[in-house]
């Protein structure tokens, strides 16, 4: 079956780091673009990295951008995202999707928590 399975989240302190990773199985990871999500209680989804399947291509929301980096290994079947100088605003529910086309896979999601 097709599957994404996020891990590296947990609880950290204002101004330090956590890096997430994804591992997805049963599709042809490189040929997926890779993307990280995060959604905050009661407020919506939103996409905050994306990779192409080369990996030679990257975008960031605003938000993030120079704290977070993603990258991707295709011998692991794994997308990572390195979370730095993280902030309170940053606590959510991560997840991980792979997308071909029409077609979109989505991870469970991972707890960020950033205790100040």
């Known amino acids: 079956q097709v599957q994404l399975v996020e891990s590296g989240g947990g609880l950290v302190q204002d101004g330090g780091s956590l890096r997430l990773s994804c591992t997805g199985s049963g599709f042809t990871f490189s040929t997926y673009v890779m993307s990280w999500y995060r959604q905050a209680p009661g407020k919506e989804r939103e996409l905050i990295s994306s990779?192409?399947?080369?990996?030679?291509?990257?975008t960031y929301a605003d938000v993030v951008k120079c704290r977070f980096t993603i990258s991707r290994d295709h011998a692991k079947n794994t997308v990572y995202l390195q979370m730095n100088n993280l902030k309170t605003e940053d606590t959510a529910v991560y997840f991980c999707?792979?997308?071909?086309?029409?077609?979109?896979?989505w991870g469970p999601g991972t707890q960020v928590t950033i205790s100040s």
């Open positions: 990779i192409t399947t080369s990996g030679t291509y990257t």
């Open positions: 999707t792979g997308g071909f086309g029409v077609r979109v896979y």
